[in-house]
């Protein structure tokens, strides 16, 4: 938080004119995406917490892809509980997530020429109650995108992956390219 606008490139400039939505209830994601020339949109009732407003983020984001070549749909509440330190509240918040965000959001796209990605931005284990510098596990499917033996997702099981451990924006390259 400088107080001024960072030096760094646009999505578009980085991506080769492509285009950016972000969604969330968090400022500095927010941040990251105005400095950066994404659309940022504000779904009402999104808090960034367990009762976040689920349905209206997932609708944003089906919306936001139609406008857009990529589309960051973040959701806060699985971190927070991990804070927190409850697991059963952290359980809940994965649930939600994979009920009202993924489930809805995988249907309704599905059948379109689009590449989904699944993945935290930082791990907070419940014991440490803090972000450590671990890298992310990652889910990946799509067009073009070969499904490869890992079947079940956690941090463990997909260092057996076919893409192992990427750096810099080797991710988004997959996604967007």
């Known amino acids: 938080s400088p107080g001024h606008k960072p030096n760094i490139p646009t999505f578009s400039k980085m991506y080769d004119g ?16 105005m400095c950066t020339g994404m659309e940022v949109i504000k779904v009402p009732g999104a808090t960034g917490f367990i009762d976040t407003n689920y349905a209206g983020k ?8 139609r406008r857009h070549d ?38 309704t796209l599905k059948d379109q020429e689009i590449r989904f990605a699944l993945l935290p931005d930082h791990p907070v284990p419940i014991k440490l109650r803090a972000h450590t510098r671990t890298p992310v596990p990652f889910a990946i499917c799509g067009p073009g995108i ?3 033996a890992v079947e079940i997702y956690n941090e463990a099981s997909v260092k057996a992956g076919r893409f192992g451990f990427l750096k810099d924006d080797q991710l988004m390259r997959l996604l967007l390219d």
Do not use: R
Not at 18 to 33: F, P
Not at 89 to 99: G, T
């Open 18 to 33: 492509k285009t950016g939505a972000v969604i969330s209830a968090v400022d500095v994601i927010q941040g990251i995406g």
């Open 58 to 65: 997932a609708s944003a984001a089906i919306e936001a892809i």
């Open 70 to 107: 990529f589309v960051y749909l973040h959701v806060e509440a699985i971190d927070e509980c991990s804070h927190m330190g409850d697991l059963k509240l952290k359980m809940q918040a994965i649930e939600d997530f994979d009920a009202k965000i993924m489930k809805p959001v995988y249907e």
């Open 146 to 148: 070969e499904a490869d």
